[in-house]
């Protein structure tokens, strides 16, 4: 209220200028991309008792149910940046559910790959344990902005060129359908793999590109009463 009250008792200059930084605020709130997701279906490869995973997080050159196409190198600056460390590890895209931590995330000629530590001390680390390892979820997906990315006319498909990532979420469906958590190492080996009926896997996807719009959405709107 003190603000407003200064505001209109300024001289004019001054109210001009602070409208013009209020809207050049508002702009870039607006330019700036939204939060993305993008699973992928490439089986988590192995988990222990302990709670150690591996898998791949994304695959390169395959273009996933919502038309895009994630190049190598696209994650190479943002792990600069980050690091292992700075991703987050989450359950269903959920920030209030944290799992545990990645201990490793690279590029390979694959894909990205990552391995993670659930932290155990958690309820819902030891569900998704539990899970995994009885073959009933086996995905991963990627939270991340867009930073440089170009749209084919004519296929309509997306190529992510760079991508700044900042979350990898252990879930249900994946978008991608080349990357999950492959299998589960049990103490005797680890149990074979089930294919999905294609019909789920294409559920999961529109209902992974609905919560990824719904996320944005939210994120955007948070913005905005920020500023």
């Not at 702009?27 to 988990?47: F, G, M, N, Q």
Request: proline share 4%; net charge positive.
């Amino acid at each position: 209220m003190r603000v407003l009250e200064q505001l209109q008792t300024a001289p004019r200059a001054r109210r001009i200028l602070a409208l013009r930084r209020g809207q050049a605020l508002m702009a870039r709130v607006h330019e700036a991309p939204p939060p993305e997701t993008k699973r992928a279906s490439l089986a988590i490869a192995r988990t222990t008792d302990a709670g150690v995973f591996e898998g791949y997080a994304s695959v390169f050159n395959v273009v996933d149910t919502g038309g895009d196409m994630v190049a190598p190198g696209a994650f190479t600056a943002s792990l600069r940046k980050r690091g292992a460390a700075g991703v987050k590890m989450l359950w269903q895209h959920q920030a209030a559910e944290p799992l545990g931590v990645w201990t490793q995330i690279v590029e390979d000629v694959r894909g990205l790959k990552v391995t993670g530590q659930l932290d155990l001390s958690v309820a819902r680390a030891r569900e998704a344990l539990s899970l995994m390892r009885s073959n009933a979820i086996d995905g991963l997906s990627i939270g991340f902005r867009t930073v440089r990315a170009v749209k084919d006319r004519q296929s309509g498909v997306r190529r992510l060129f760079a991508v700044d990532l900042w979350e990898i979420s252990i879930v249900t469906f994946p978008m991608l359908l080349q990357a999950r958590v492959s299998a589960v190492k049990r103490g005797r080996g680890a149990p074979a793999l089930q294919k999905a009926a294609p019909s789920l896997d294409v559920v999961g996807a529109r209902l992974s590109r609905l919560r990824a719009d719904c996320a944005s959405a939210r994120f955007e709107q948070a913005l905005r009463r920020l500023s």
